[in-house]
């Protein structure tokens, strides 16, 4: 994963930690009301702040919901090094596969207010070509990670030498997602969604 650039100290620090409490309170707007319930208002509410605040910040609601969009990738990293109990470059890549992979599955409130907004950003992107672009630029990166930890199991001699990473990579993410959309609408439950992933990765490692 690329380093974080240097957070700003003084007012810009400032700045940033109130947008970023502003995108956590969308994002607890999402658990309990889903996306339609994101307003001014209630975001306000649950970021204790005026309405007026939140503006100066985000002038359109669709600011919120990318604010959010973003704010959700964010912690989702911030949870996957976590999990990774340590620098991800230091940890096996067949473990940071399975991690991210899972991860991309809702599994408790922050996760499914995460991908919820995740989803509803894919929808609106494809009547939305600024945010299409900014997906396919998002997916480009997170595709060529994903492919550049096959290709070190690559040379391990851990998975077979005539799979195409990337092409491998995306495979995998699309799966996920598409999981996550089942666990979202209530298809399947995160276990099953979980192990089918388990089982893909099984299957790729031979």
Same mark, same amino acid.
């Given at each position: 994963?690329?380093?974080?650039?240097?957070?700003?100290?003084?007012?810009?620090?400032?700045?940033?930690?109130?947008?970023?409490?502003?995108?956590?309170?969308?994002?607890?707007?999402?658990?309990?009301?889903?996306?339609?319930?994101?307003?001014?208002? /209630?975001?306000?509410?649950?970021?204790?702040?005026?309405?007026?605040?939140?503006?100066?910040?985000?002038?359109?609601?669709?600011? @919120?919901?990318? %604010?959010?969009?973003?704010?959700?990738?964010?912690?989702?990293?911030?949870?996957?090094?976590?999990?990774? /109990?340590?620098?991800? /470059?230091?940890?096996?890549?067949?473990?940071?596969?399975?991690?991210?992979? &899972?991860?991309?599955?809702?599994? &408790?409130?922050?996760?499914? %207010?995460?991908?919820?907004?995740?989803?509803?950003?894919?929808?609106?992107?494809?009547?939305?070509?600024?945010?299409?672009?900014?997906?396919?630029?998002?997916?480009?990166?997170?595709? &060529?990670?994903?492919?550049?930890?096959?290709?070190?199991?690559?040379?391990?001699?851990? =998975?077979?030498?005539? @799979?195409?990473?990337?092409?491998? %990579?995306?495979? @995998?993410? %699309?799966?996920?997602?598409?999981?996550?959309? !089942? =666990?979202?609408?209530?298809?399947?439950?995160?276990?099953?969604?979980?192990?089918?992933?388990?089982?893909?990765?099984?299957?790729? !490692?031979?």
């Amino acid at each position: 994963m690329p380093n974080r650039p240097a957070r700003p100290r003084g007012p810009g620090r400032h700045h940033d930690e109130r947008r970023a409490e502003i995108a956590d309170a969308v994002l607890a707007v999402v658990v309990e009301l889903g996306l339609d319930g994101v307003s001014l208002t /209630e975001v306000a509410r649950r970021a204790g702040v005026s309405p007026g605040r939140v503006q100066h910040y985000f002038p359109a609601k669709q600011r @919120l919901i990318e %604010a959010a969009f973003d704010r959700g990738n964010e912690l989702s990293e911030a949870r996957i090094r976590e999990r990774a /109990e340590g620098p991800l /470059e230091e940890a096996r890549p067949a473990e940071v596969l399975r991690i991210v992979l &899972d991860e991309l599955i809702p599994y &408790d409130a922050a996760s499914t %207010a995460h991908l919820r907004v995740r989803q509803s950003f894919i929808a609106r992107a494809l009547a939305d070509e600024a945010i299409a672009a900014k997906l396919r630029a998002l997916y480009a990166g997170f595709h &060529d990670r994903m492919a550049a930890l096959l290709s070190a199991e690559q040379r391990a001699g851990t =998975v077979p030498e005539g @799979l195409e990473p990337r092409a491998a %990579a995306r495979a @995998l993410v %699309a799966q996920a997602e598409g999981l996550a959309s !089942y =666990v979202l609408l209530g298809v399947v439950d995160a276990a099953e969604a979980r192990g089918q992933l388990e089982r893909s990765l099984a299957e790729l !490692y031979g």
